[in-house]
């Protein structure tokens, strides 16, 4: 992969412009929903974890309540949803020092759900909202002010045991959600002024629990969804929907396992798709409108139950249980492989920033299939208490929650 | 010389821990635990093993746990004071974990007159020589009694009462049975629930009656040892897995947790036979593996990350702590926490006045996942992950 380095770099780069010049407000160096920029776990920090040797500080911390929705960074401010175990509501924090800007109460939890999962997204002066309770809030990102907003529940006859803990997303304008509706409503595009249903999708199958990406394969942007078939034995597969009008382009159900995890959108038109008990690379060409789907590889690897891996440079980095692991993204064949305990990640430029799910503690890994090399580590969180929100980077901070409390992480000078 | 002899025995027999949650399956032991003003933990000896969550059970002088070697499952006797193994016997391939569950055993082995019981993942009934290892009897629940595996793979432990071993088969043909301990001959089999889970049947005398009481998923229900006859039901409304074995408590009642809360029933005699009234249920009491504990007539249950302390007449938290989540078990009155995924043991004096920690100790690597509950014998706390046993003196 590595004579393929240049492409991809260039990829890259072409990327990162382009979610910059969709999203004028939220600037380049913001985390403006789950995932990051580019939904793929990955930005460009300018360089920040190059520094040797290297030395973690935490800058703030606070108690925010329960729950794993990522936290969003936009403008300054960081959003994410909480709850204290019986209502929930998004929150706004003063990136800096992490100050209450505002909060914002939503609907109770669905009776099989405790915890707010899905992130919110900024766009612009606004920030949309979806928690357990199926109400999707457009909201100023300045004060929490009430826009509009959209009851999926009776809109798309959403009617999920756990409620909604899907991430929406804005692209040209448009929130792309996954309301996991009936029939009719498995992908709606709602206009982002005036929540106006742009269009609404007809899925195969049901995708309830993940979330939507927005990527371009074989030459068509669109929205590539991780979807499950309702009936047992349940199996996870991926459909591609057109951004523009979210026309089903092609659709494929794999063998058995299933998760919620997004899918991984890698260069050269694959998308990685993640379930419990294995991980799968798909490959997609097209000849005129006909997709063809294929599988790559698929191993008994990358089992996370927190998000995605991340790509550089024809590797994958992820975990795999209680192990990072390094992979070639071609074979998925393991290159290395650090026993670190359950986690996730993110990757800043070539630095892998590592949050563990129970311990606490932040690292900071050498993006690089040479080997684990680790430059940094920080006692973050309290040991013991579970961490199922994956790190998110803003400016030059690393920002981590857990069910309890949320922490920013800074480079020392 | 004699009483002396007879004294060394109980107390022997006392320290012992002879399967799942301790002498009577409840998580309490008298100890003696003798802690100094300012407590303090060492470490005696820590020994690698595979992953798996069966708990240790103790005698005397040696522990027994379930793991998987990477290939197989064993059941593997080590010596308590050394943490030496003396032998390991194969239960079968390994039951590979699935959907974020980890390898190897579950179920923790039962002890009885130099004998090992225990259920491998994939269902089968070993009687196992307690000095070599060597199999005396076993049987396959799935094809020999029609058992059916659940999800995660078979994590009963059984229950001896008397000639008799009672384990939780599940299925519909032998869902609950009893077989003869030293031969293994079936000796009945009821059908008084269709499904199972990883729950283990508790010994209990209710209503002047001894009863074996089960938590199977749709119901808590309690038969006669001798026959498996009905003696009460009650109906949970609810086809999940169980998970956790029933706490009887004095007074008639039997505690029953389940991942999604806990309810309090009170068991009484009527014409006919026996009713199950249930007197409280409480949803913070919720989301653990861990025993709860009865204390000087205080409840002691984990609820989430949350140790609670509860009154048992009402169901009325007294106070409550985050100390994350993992197991207890209560030792000559000290309430031993080990978190699941901290790697800390943390020990506090159970109190109905509050939370008092005397002592936290890291154990394991943190994050390495700890699900097994502590077991206490020969003195010692012995407690294991899914990599390491610890044996520690606490003084």
Known sequence: MSGLRRLVLSLSVMLVGAAAAAQ?????????????????????????????????????????????????????????????????????????????????????????????????????????????????????????????????????????RRGCESSPFVENGRVILQPGGADDHRLVALDAQSGALAWSAKGTERANYSSPVVAELAGVRQVVVHHVTPEPPQRSGLAGFRLSDGALLWSRSFE????????????????????????????????????????????????????PPVYKDGHLYGFDGDELVCLRAATGEAVWKQRLYAGSLIRVDDALVVLSANAGLVRVVEASPAGYREKAQLQVLQRGAQTETPPSFAGRTIFVRNDEEIAAIVVEP | MRLALALVLLLSTRSDWPGLWGPARDGVTPGPLPLGATPSARVLWRRPIGSGFSGIAASAERGFTGESDGTDDQIVCFDLATGR??????????????????????????????????????????????????????????????????????????????????????????????????????????????????????????????????????????????????????????????????????????????????????????????????????????????????????????????????????????WREKVYAGSLILVDGQLLHLGEQSGELRVATASASGYRERLRTPVFNAGATSTTTPSFGAGRVLLRNVEEIVALELR
């Open chain 1, 256 to 307: 058995a396992n299933v998760s919620t995890e997004t899918p991984l959108w890698l260069p050269e038109d694959r998308v990685l798709l993640l379930t419990w008990n294995d991980a799968k690379l798909a490959t997609l060409r097209r000849e005129g409108d006909r997709f063809e789907v294929g599988t790559a590889w698929a191993k008994p690897s990358l089992r996370s139950r927190i998000s």
């Open chain 1, 24 to 160: 004028p407000a939220a600037g380049a160096g913001d985390w403006p929903r789950w995932l990051g920029p580019n939904q793929n776990g990955s930005t460009a920090g300018g360089g920040v974890f190059q520094r040797t040797p290297l030395r973690l500080r935490k800058a703030w911390s606070r108690p925010i309540g329960g729950g794993r929705s990522g936290l969003v960074v936009a403008g300054g401010r960081v959003f994410s949803l909480v709850t204290d175990g019986e209502a929930q509501v998004a929150l706004a924090l003063g990136a800096g020092d992490g100050t209450e800007l505002w909060r914002v109460p939503l609907g109770p939890h669905a009776a099989e759900s405790m915890a707010p999962v899905g992130s919110p997204v900024v766009d612009g002066e606004g920030v949309f909202v979806l928690g357990t309770d199926c109400v999707l809030r457009a909201l100023t990102a300045a004060s929490g002010a009430s826009v509009w907003q959209v009851d999926l529940k009776q809109r798309f006859g959403v009617a999920l």
């Open chain 2, 85 to 318: 193994e003396v032998w390991r016997a194969r239960l079968g391939p390994t039951y590979r974990g699935h959907d974020g569950s980890k390898d190897g055993p579950i179920s923790t082995p039962t002890l009885d007159d130099g004998r090992v019981f225990v259920v491998g993942p994939k269902g089968g009934l070993f009687a196992l020589d307690g000095a070599s290892g060597r199999v005396i009897w076993r049987h396959d629940l799935k094809t020999d009694y029609g058992a059916a595996e659940p999800s995660y793979g078979f994590g009963t432990s059984p229950l001896v009462v008397g000639p008799r071993l009672v384990v939780q088969v599940g299925g519909s043909t032998h869902n609950l049975a009893a077989f003869d301990k030293t031969d293994g001959r079936l000796l009945w089999a009821v059908n008084h629930a269709k499904t199972t889970g990883y729950a283990s049947p508790v010994l209990a005398t209710l209503a002047g009656r001894a009863q074996v009481v089960v938590h199977a998923a749709e119901a808590v229900y309690a038969v006669a040892p001798e026959d498996g006859a009905r003696l009460w039901s009650h109906p949970l409304g609810s086809a999940g897995e169980s998970d956790r074995a029933p706490l009887a408590l004095p007074g008639d009642r039997v505690l029953l947790s389940r991942w999604e809360e806990s309810r309090l029933l009170q068991i009484e005699a009527v014409a006919g036979g026996f009713a199950a009234r249930e007197v409280w249920k409480s949803p913070r009491l919720r989301g653990s593996y861990s025993p709860t504990l009865l204390h000087a007539g205080h409840l002691y249950a984990m609820g989430g990350p949350t140790l609670h302390c509860v009154d048992p007449a009402d169901g009325r938290v007294v």
